[in-house]
């Protein structure tokens, strides 16, 4: 994984011909795939993925530029361009959506900045930061692993037994 | 023997069988399934459409048009830039313009998406692969 200043003063990321890589991604500046990458990338600018690239990755972007193929979810927070080599397989959520003649695609297709927050809502609702976090066990209840939850049932037993005392 | 001359093949928008038909004719009857299938373009204009739009030409949805009907099936492409609410079977490129707002399914060789057109949810198969693949 290399990076480069482009003329904007920007480091742009690139993961080269060749290159590998597999995991969670999380960028400010823009990025060029030109290997392969699988996993989720996440940036506030561009991502750009070139023509050889091999990518199974879930894409979140300001703006999108595919010329090769994609397997996994795109969401282009302002545009996403699909250029007529491109081949992507998965679920498309853009602002604004540009598909030049010859580009391929298979899955849903949300236009529009209303997709956009759908799509984000969404992304919210399925990430592990959403799910209730365990609290963590203390010095003194050392038994507790902070897994235990109380159930609804009980919680009424428990206010039955204070009840009937 | 029929003259060869002045026919083009159409694709048939029932059984997706190519059949021969007259270059100057407007409707004709499929030579596979026998079913009558429209070859002019069909355009809508304004105001609203619920019927079937199917046709082995073009189908144009203009700006101020509202269609909803359950499928549109053309031979040679859809432009789209009013309100389209339908599944679209295109033999031909699907252009959506920039006014347009496009709910339902599409299958196609090409599309054609410019910048600012709204797609709600759908489904959508776009490649030369996809298009030949015939649903009916």
Redesign the interface.
Known sequence: MASQRDNGGSETTIIGTGARFKGELVLDGPMQIQGAIEGTVTSQSQVQIGRGAQCRATIDAATIVVDGAVEGDLLARERLQLNSTSNVTGDIAAAALIVAEGATFVGRVSVGPEAVIGAQQKQRAYSPAAEPKATPATGNDWSRTGNEQTTSTDWLAANATTEAA | MRPSFNERDVICYHCGVPTPVAAAARTASCTHCYKGIVLDDLRVRDAGWNGRLSTCGKVTIDKRARAITRQVVAGQGVEVTGTLEANIESHG?VVVGETAHLKGD?RAP?????????????????????ADKNPS
Do not use: F, K, M, N
Not at chain 2, 110 to 130: F, K, M, N
């Open positions: 490129p599409c090409t599309l054609v998406v410019r910048e600012g057109a709204v797609i709600e949810s759908g489904y959508y198969c776009i490649g030369p692969a996809q």
